[in-house]
């Protein structure tokens, strides 16, 4: 019986433990899409790069291959990133997301490079 009570305890603890990762997602999700609705709203390409970036910092994390510290991280405290974080179902849409971030960084004309911020900012928001 106590072996049981112990293994239950066990799995109990390892639950809690694995769910603050799929917490901090969800913040990482939510700044992801507030900064690409910022870069949307851009009066300059500067200012467009600088928030598209912080989309890109808070999908990937630090370990992502297009993660950039220069602009600085707004998901820095809470997590690894919002891929790494996130259950394997909601990955696919978050990778979507990351396609249309770069575009919108390599986009030579600024419009539409908003617009992809645009559509960045509508995928992390479904």
Do not use: R, W
Request: glycine share 8%; hydrophobic share 40%; proline share 5%.
């Amino acid at each position: 019986m106590s072996k049981t009570i112990s293994a239950l305890g066990l799995s109990v603890c390892a639950l809690f433990l694995a769910l603050p990762a799929y917490a901090d997602a969800v913040q990482e999700i939510n700044t992801a899409a507030a900064h690409a609705g910022m870069a949307a709203g851009a009066d300059t390409t500067k200012t467009l790069h600088f928030h598209i970036q912080h989309t890109l910092n808070c999908l990937e994390g630090k370990s992502g291959p297009d993660f950039n510290a220069g602009p600085g991280n707004p998901c820095d405290d809470m997590g690894n990133g919002a891929i790494p974080d996130s259950a394997p179902a909601t990955q696919k849409s978050l990778k979507e997301a990351v396609v249309k971030a770069k575009q919108a960084l390599a986009e030579q004309d600024f419009e539409k490079g908003k617009n992809l911020a645009g559509d960045v900012q509508t995928i992390l928001s479904k």
